[in-house]
T-cell receptor, first 113, second 112 residues
Framework: GAGVSQSPRYKVAKRGQDVALRCDPI?????LFWYQQALGQGPEFLTY????????KSGLPSDRFFAERPEGSVSTLKIQRTQQEDSAVYLC???????????FGEGSRLTVL | KNEVEQSPQNLTAQEGEFITINCSYS?????LHWLQQHPGGGIVSLFM???GKKKHGRLIATINIQEKHSSLHITASHPRDSAVYIC??????????????FGKGTHLIIQP
């Protein structure tokens, strides 16, 4: 597609449910980033992929968070046993190379009740 | 970890005014990004710069590497410029991403 596509745009989950958020980056972009943005805050880095390799996952807040990009294109961020503090907008960004211009998706807004 | 500070946090101005948003960071970087985020919307990259100055339409971004400081200027501001402007810096050393470190953003409102 023309831009970075994320789905779902909005997700409401009950505490304890598992959720999966999808990111479809721009075709050919090697680098893919996930960020978490709490209300009124700037985005915080979660994890980074170069093709299918997850090179940095230092920002994942707990072992309930898991991300994959098995074929080096689409990526999924999975959150297990969601908690209220997981409520945030999850942003995906891709770039042609690691330090290149970033293109962001619209984000997935997760609300955990 | 890089500390990124933006000022002001909130700015309300009248249409036509010249706007300046500042960003300072604590550790040397490879590149600095200025991003725009509309309410409920995604983030758009405005500039990526590592030195000097860049201009696109009514937007101008400057960076002073020695002083670890960047500014985003908007000339002849318009209500459609109302958005959150975010500064983000990256170091890109080593094999990992180093992530981008984001400022908290500047909430700009341009009144007609």
């Amino acid at each position: 597609g023309a831009g970075v596509s994320q789905s779902p745009r909005y997700k409401v989950a009950k505490r304890g449910q598992d959720v999966a958020l999808r990111c479809d980056p721009i075709s050919g972009h090697v680098s893919l980033f996930w960020y978490q943005q709490a209300l009124g805050q700037g985005p915080e880095f979660l994890t980074y992929f170069q093709n299918e390799a997850q090179l940095d996952k230092s920002g994942l807040p707990s072992d309930r968070f898991f991300a994959e990009r098995p074929e080096g294109s689409v990526s999924t961020l999975k959150i297990q046993r969601t908690q209220q503090e997981d409520s945030a907008v999850y942003l995906c960004a891709s770039s042609l190379w690691r330090a290149g211009e970033l293109f962001f998706g619209e984000g997935s807004r997760l609300t955990v009740l | 970890k890089n500390e990124v500070e933006q000022s002001p946090q909130n700015l309300t101005a009248q249409e036509g005014e010249f706007i300046t948003i500042n960003c300072s960071y604590s550790v040397g970087i490879s590149a600095l990004h200025w991003l725009q985020q509309h309410p409920g919307g995604g983030i758009v990259s405005l500039f990526m710069l590592s030195s000097g100055k860049k201009k696109h339409g009514r937007l101008i971004a400057t960076i002073n590497i020695q002083e670890k400081h960047s500014s985003l200027h908007i000339t002849a501001s318009h209500p459609r410029d109302s958005a959150v402007y975010i500064c983000a810096v990256g170091a890109y050393s080593g094999g990992g991403a180093d992530g981008l470190t984001f400022g908290k953003g500047t909430h700009l409102i341009i009144q007609p």
